[in-house]
């Protein structure tokens, strides 16, 4: 009897995710070595260019050892939207996969990530006008003021976004004033998932009292290392508005620039806004489908080691379709 003729391969995505401080860099550089992979970023803040200190960015020399895509690559007065991102990120995917090597994608910014593989709905198109009269007001009245506006115009939305989420919060109301219903009803509506790819989603949870000890120490060295110079430099330079200011470490550098904390209660403000921003990756990665999830860091041996396991063993199963 003839044998059946093997189906064509997909090649594989490997996905990186987690809380942040959880190591997810390690583990995908720790992937990337074994593997001959290349690494897509899904942090939004680290796609900036010379916003450093506060980002925890691969080193140069980790970029130098193993090719790094879409870190670095915006300028700090630019803004980019989830679908844009997605747009890039798949390209830079199918690319990877020509050259004949493992991409893997690696970052903490959930929405980016779900633009990415299950694909967004076609949104308004943006309003610089809108924008700029909402960002006035934030100036004006505060971010909470902004959020109550979204929590009148779309409840889900507001309760997915927190208020200190300026662009994301402006982009909602955005879409609500101009399409004329709530955002959270569009997301159902003409998205378009990635296909082509078998797509291995490696989810890291460690012991939520040793994550804690880790960000709040991370936390400690960003300041030691010189963030509340970093920001003031980046401040004169580029103004109020930049995107990543309002991002988690740099927003409580710009509070103690302002005077309005001391560097002690900055650091402290800091941490607790990290510590909160990693419930929230978990709330939302929990939704994530298919997700083989790792008791401990990325940077653990064990963790690296059962990695590689599972990236072989889905290579494994490949081979034999």
Aim: aromatic letters at 6%.
């Amino acid at each position: 009897m003839p044998s059946l003729p093997k189906l064509d391969r997909l090649p594989l995505l490997v996905v990186v995710l987690g809380p942040t401080a959880s190591g997810k860099t390690s583990l995908a550089l720790a992937l990337a070595r074994k593997f001959d992979g290349e690494i897509v970023n899904c942090d939004s803040v680290a796609m900036y260019r010379e916003f450093e200190i506060g980002t925890a960015k691969p080193t140069k020399s980790e970029r130098a050892e193993v090719p790094h895509h879409l870190v670095d690559c915006l300028d700090p007065q630019a803004e980019v939207t989830a679908g844009e991102y997605a747009r890039q990120a798949r390209q830079i995917v199918s690319e990877i996969t020509e050259r004949n090597r493992l991409p893997i994608v690696c970052g903490g910014t959930g929405l980016y990530l779900r633009a990415m593989l299950e694909g967004l709905f076609a949104g308004p198109q943006r309003s610089d006008e809108l924008r700029d009269r909402l960002r006035k007001r934030t100036n004006e009245r505060g971010a909470e003021y902004l959020h109550r506006i979204l929590r009148r115009l779309d409840p889900t939305s507001a309760e997915r976004i927190h208020s200190n989420d300026i662009p994301k919060v402006i982009r909602a109301i955005e879409v609500c004033v101009a399409s004329r219903q709530p955002m959270t009803e569009l997301w159902q509506q003409g998205r378009e998932s990635l296909t082509g790819f078998q797509i291995l989603r490696l989810g890291l949870n460690p012991e939520r009292e040793a994550l804690y000890a880790r960000i709040n120490r991370r936390a400690e060295q960003m300041f030691e290392q010189g963030l509340i110079a970093e920001t003031e430099t980046l401040l004169a330079k580029y103004g109020p508005n930049a995107w990543p200011l309002s991002s988690l470490g740099y927003r409580q550098a710009m509070q103690m620039l302002r005077g309005e904390l001391d560097r002690e209660s900055a650091l402290k403000a800091a941490q607790q806004a990290h510590r909160n921003y990693a419930k929230r990756q978990m709330t939302w990665y929990r939704r994530e489908p298919d997700v083989d999830w790792m008791a401990g860091f990325g940077d653990d041996g064990a963790v690296q080691a059962a990695a590689k396991a599972m990236v072989e063993a889905q290579r494994q199963r490949d081979e034999l379709t």
